[in-house]
């Protein structure tokens, strides 16, 4: 089966933390197909660029693509005019304007792929057509 991750999830799988027992299994399972947004890349690198972020090991920004598509064998998602299409009718959720999680769940509910995400905002979208699945 196909899934896609969000960025807190490429965070997690990068620092080998807080993935629960349940992803971990979906992570793990050879017959999954596990997608990354290439927004989620790009808000990683910004997040590393800008020191929001620190992880535990060295990584330099040439090496993030290897990381991501070798090490972890995600396969890139790229934003497409469709997937910017559903984000312009996606409707705000109360509390939560973050533009890339927007483009993030929007790729997820064209696609019909499950998203998984630690994200506690997430769940107000599923009324919107996104199945998601909580990294609790």
Known sequence: MRYLIDTNILISIVEDDSISNDVRAILDDYESIIFISSESIKEFVHLLQTGRIVLKKSLRMLDVFDLIENEFALHVKYVTKEHLQTLSKLK???????????????QAITEKIPLISSDKKFPKYTKFGLDLIPNR
């Open 92 to 106: 705000t959720v109360e509390g939560h304007n973050d533009p890339s999680d927007r483009l993030i769940i929007s």
